[in-house]
C-alpha cells in the first residue's frame, strides 16, 4: 500500500476553521459572561486562569486530533481523511456553569476557592471521561438517550435561557434588535448576503450597535501573555479535591453523557469513512480535559458532531491545528479579554438564548422513539425546583436571612410559594432528572423490569446522599424507602404482564 500523507492545509480547511472557530468562541462568550456578569469573578481569575486554561486544552485536542488523522491517512494509504472536528463541551459547559460553579458561588462566596474547587471538578470528569472508553458501549446500549438529553435540556430552559432573555429585557434598546437578528437567521433559516452566519451578523453587529450608542469602549489593556503555571494548577487540583464530594452526582452523569456523545460523534466518522478508534478519542478528550484544568480551565473537551459535513466539504487536518493554534494564542495573549471589552453583557446573553433553544430542541427531536418526549419533560421538573431554591434563598439572604428554618419554610408555604418538596428535589437535580427520565422512558417502552431496576439504583443513591441530601452519608430516609417500593412495584408487575393488556399503537398524546 502506498503510504501517503495529508497536507498541512487545503482549500477545504477553510470552512473547518470557520465552523470551529465560531463554535468555540461562542462558547468562550458564554464563559466569560457568566463568570464575569453572573458570578462576579474578577478579571484576573476569568482571564489570567480560566480562559487560557480552556485554549491550551483547546489548542491540545486541535493538534491532536489533526495528528490522529494523518496518522490513519498514512495506515491507509489514503489522502482523503478529515480530523475530527472538536471543542468545548457546550452542554457540559452548562452544567459546569450551573450545576458545579453556581451552587458553589452562592454557598462560598469566595471565587478563588470557587475556581479551585471547578478545576478539580474539571480534571476529575477528564478522568471519568477517559474511564468512559472502558464503559461506554455498555452505558450507551442501557440508557434512554432521553435520560441524557433531557436533563441537559433542562439546565439549558431554567438557567440560561432565562437569563438570555431577562437580560434582553433589562437593555431592550440594545438587546431587542440583536435577538431578532439572532433569531430571523438562525431559527427562521434566513441566509444573510455572501452567506455570513447569522450568529457573526448578530454578534458583531451587536457589539458596532453597543459602540455606536457609547455602551463600550475598546480596551486593548489586557493583550499580554497569561498562563497559569502548572504546578500551582495541580496543586488547585488537589485542594479542591476536597470539597467536591457534594458535586460527585453533578460530575458523573455530565460526563457520562459527555463521552457517549463523544462515542456517538466519532462512530458517525466512521459512517462516513474514517475509521478513528472510538476508545483512543474518548481517552484523548479526557487527556485534554485534564490538561485544561492543570492550567486553570473549568469547563470539558468532547469530540464535536459535524465530521461527515466537513468531510463532504473536503477539510482535511489543517483546519484542525490551525483552529487549535488560533484559539490557544488567542486565549494565551489575551485576545478575550479585548473582546469582552467592546461586548456589553446583553450581547453574550443573545448567545445564552440561542444556545438554549437548540439544547433543548434537540433534547425532543434526538429522543428516540419520539414518544420519549414525556421522559424527556420529567428530566426539567428537578431543575425547575433548583432555580426556586436558588431564587428564593438568595432572596431571603439579602434580607439577612441565610437559613431556611422550618418557620421559614412554613411561612413561605402560607404565603403562596412553591416550597413543599423543593429543598429534596433540588439537591442531586441533573441525576434525579437522568434516573426519573429513564423509568419514564422504560415505562414507555413496556421493560417495567428495567424501570424497576432504575428505581432500584435511586434508592442506592438515596441511600447514600447523592440525591435529596446536602452531604454524602448512610441515611434510611423517606426517599430510600419511596424508591424501593416504587422499583418493588414495577419488578413485581413486570413478573405478571401477562395480565396487563395494553395496545400497542398506544399514544399518551
Known amino acids: 500500500?502506498?503510504?501517503?500523507?495529508?497536507?498541512?492545509?487545503?482549500?477545504?480547511?477553510?470552512?473547518?476553521?470557520?465552523?470551529?472557530?465560531?463554535?468555540?468562541?461562542?462558547?468562550?462568550?458564554?464563559?466569560?459572561?457568566?463568570?464575569?456578569?453572573?458570578?462576579?469573578?474578577?478579571?484576573?481569575?476569568?482571564?489570567?486562569?480560566?480562559?487560557?486554561?480552556?485554549?491550551?486544552?483547546?489548542?491540545?485536542?486541535?493538534?491532536?486530533?489533526?495528528?490522529?488523522?494523518?496518522?490513519?491517512?498514512?495506515?491507509?494509504?489514503?489522502?482523503?481523511?478529515?480530523?475530527?472536528?472538536?471543542?468545548?463541551?457546550?452542554?457540559?459547559?452548562?452544567?459546569?456553569?450551573?450545576?458545579?460553579?453556581?451552587?458553589?458561588?452562592?454557598?462560598?462566596?469566595?471565587?478563588?476557592?470557587?475556581?479551585?474547587?471547578?478545576?478539580?471538578a474539571t480534571f476529575l470528569g477528564g478522568v471519568i471521561e477517559a474511564l468512559g472508553s472502558f464503559v461506554g458501549p455498555w452505558l450507551r446500549k442501557f440508557l434512554p438517550r432521553a435520560a441524557l438529553l433531557g436533563t441537559v435540556g433542562g439546565i439549558a430552559l431554567v438557567w440560561m435561557i432565562n437569563k438570555g432573555f431577562y437580560d434582553v429585557y433589562a437593555d431592550p434598546i440594545l438587546g431587542m434588535p440583536v435577538l431578532i437578528i439572532a433569531i430571523i437567521g438562525l431559527i427562521g433559516g434566513y441566509v444573510f448576503p455572501k452567506k455570513i452566519p447569522a450568529l457573526l451578523v448578530a454578534v458583531v453587529g451587536g457589539i458596532l450597535y453597543a459602540i455606536v450608542l457609547g455602551r463600550v469602549k475598546p480596551d486593548v489593556s489586557g493583550f499580554g501573555f497569561t498562563l497559569t503555571n502548572p504546578v500551582d494548577g495541580v496543586k488547585a487540583v488537589i485542594n479542591g479535591m476536597k470539597l467536591i464530594g457534594p458535586y460527585l452526582a453533578v460530575i458523573i452523569p455530565i460526563q457520562i453523557y459527555n463521552f457517549i456523545e463523544t462515542m456517538d460523534n466519532v462512530e458517525s466518522a466512521i459512517a462516513a469513512g474514517d475509521k478513528y478508534n472510538v476508545r483512543e478519542a474518548q481517552i484523548a478528550d479526557g487527556s485534554m480535559t485534564m490538561l485544561s484544568a492543570i492550567f486553570g480551565g473549568v469547563v470539558p473537551n468532547t469530540v464535536w458532531l459535524g465530521h461527515p459535513g466537513l468531510k463532504k466539504g473536503k477539510a482535511g487536518s489543517g483546519y484542525s491545528w490551525i483552529s487549535g493554534l488560533i484559539l490557544g494564542a488567542a486565549g494565551i495573549f489575551g485576545a478575550y479579554a479585548f473582546i469582552n471589552s467592546i461586548m456589553p453583557p446583553v450581547i453574550a446573553a443573545i448567545t445564552f438564548v440561542w444556545c438554549s433553544i437548540t439544547i433543548i430542541v434537540q433534547a425532543f427531536r434526538e429522543a428516540r422513539p419520539f414518544r420519549h418526549g414525556a421522559a424527556v419533560v420529567v428530566a426539567f421538573i428537578p431543575h425547575i425546583a433548583d432555580y426556586i431554591y436558588t431564587e428564593v434563598t438568595l432572596a431571603l439572604s439579602s434580607q439577612g436571612i441565610y437559613e431556611v428554618t422550618p418557620e421559614i419554610a412554613s411561612a413561605l408555604t402560607n404565603e403562596g410559594v412553591m416550597w413543599a418538596g423543593v429543598t429534596e428535589l433540588k439537591y442531586g437535580a441533573i441525576l434525579t432528572g437522568m434516573l426519573w427520565a429513564a423509568i419514564t422512558a422504560f415505562i414507555i417502552d413496556k421493560r417495567l423490569d428495567k424501570a424497576g431496576y432504575v428505581g432500584l439504583v435511586a434508592a442506592a443513591l438515596a441511600l447514600v446522599g447523592f440525591i435529596h441530601s446536602p452531604s454524602l452519608g448512610i441515611s434510611l430516609n423517606p426517599y430510600f424507602y419511596g424508591y424501593l417500593i416504587m422499583g418493588i412495584i414495577c419488578i413485581v408487575l413486570n413478573l405478571f404482564k401477562g395480565s396487563f393488556t395494553v395496545p400497542d399503537d398506544y399514544d399518551y398524546i
Open 1 to 120: 500500500m502506498k503510504e501517503r500523507k495529508l497536507p498541512l492545509f487545503r482549500s477545504g480547511d477553510i470552512g473547518g476553521i470557520a465552523y470551529t472557530l465560531a463554535g468555540n468562541i461562542v462558547n468562550y462568550i458564554i464563559v466569560i459572561g457568566v463568570l464575569l456578569y453572573v458570578f462576579e469573578w474578577p478579571e484576573y481569575l476569568v482571564f489570567g486562569r480560566v480562559i487560557p486554561g480552556m485554549s491550551i486544552g483547546l489548542m491540545g485536542s486541535g493538534f491532536y486530533y489533526a495528528w490522529m488523522a494523518n496518522r490513519l491517512a498514512k495506515n491507509e494509504g489514503r489522502s482523503d481523511v478529515t480530523a475530527l472536528p472538536s471543542g468545548v463541551s457546550t452542554p457540559a459547559m452548562f452544567v459546569y456553569l450551573w450545576g458545579v460553579i453556581a451552587p458553589l458561588n452562592y454557598a462560598i462566596g469566595d471565587p478563588e476557592k470557587v475556581w479551585m474547587v471547578a478545576v478539580a
